[in-house]
């Protein structure tokens, strides 16, 4: 099990907000906590860049998330080899302020996480045990990881096969995690 954060995932967010898709429409469906706004108004590539952003949010999201390294090209490069020309386009022109915006999440996951996280854990485990997983640190289809994302609103969602995208505040708050994230362990582990 693991509570953090991703600063790739935390990017994608914030580039969506300012591509204007509406959260209703794509990823997670409420907003950052940060107003960012909309640049690229109502043109007529808007589509293509939320087909874009849809498909890069799948694809961060539908596997294990993996532990973030030194990139070995920016994001906008990233973007346009994975064939994403009007998300690699708006991440180049704001790529400063995208990373900027993920450091600081990430920053301050880190130094407010203390107060929370051990309880969020200490919580999934008894909801865990409660369901009848006899939860296996070492093994690999039962890890459980909880990505901190600031959105504004208390949710959280369940993403690939056991990775739960969860806002600040749902974790911050002990009984609307236990009434997201208990019915989320049913369908990670139906069997149990």
């Known amino acids: ?34 107003v960012i706004k909309n640049r690229n108004g109502a043109d007529t590539s808007h589509g293509q860049f939320k ?7 799948g694809a961060l999201t539908s596997g294990e998330i993996e532990a973030e390294t030194a990139p070995e090209q920016t994001l906008h490069e990233h973007l346009d080899l994975e064939g994403f020309p009007a998300l690699a386009k708006l991440a180049k022109a704001h790529y400063g302020q995208a990373t900027v915006f993920a450091q600081q ?3 301050e996951f ?13 919580e999934l485990e008894r909801i865990l045990l409660d369901h009848g997983v006899d939860h296996d640190t070492q093994a690999q289809e039962q890890q459980i990881q909880l990505i901190d994302m600031p959105l504004d609103e208390p949710r959280a969602w369940l993403t690939g096969r056991s ?3 969860a806002s600040t505040s749902l974790l911050q708050d002990s009984k609307a995690f236990h009434g997201f ?6 369908i990670i582990f139906p069997s149990a």
Do not use: F
């Not at 087909?51 to 949010?57: I, V």
């Not at 994230?181 to 049913?186: A, K, L, N, Y």
């Open 163 to 165: 990775t739960i995208v």
């Open 105 to 107: 999440h990430a920053e």
């Open 51 to 57: 087909q874009e952003w849809s498909a890069w949010w």
């Open 110 to 122: 880190i130094e407010k996480s203390v107060d929370y996280v051990p309880r969020r854990l200490d």
């Open 1 to 34: 099990m693991a509570v953090k954060t991703n600063q790739t995932m935390l990017m994608a967010l914030y580039l969506r907000e300012l591509g204007g898709v509406d959260p209703a429409e794509a990823g997670p469906n409420c907003r950052l906590t940060s």
């Open 181 to 186: 994230i208990q019915p989320m362990v049913t």
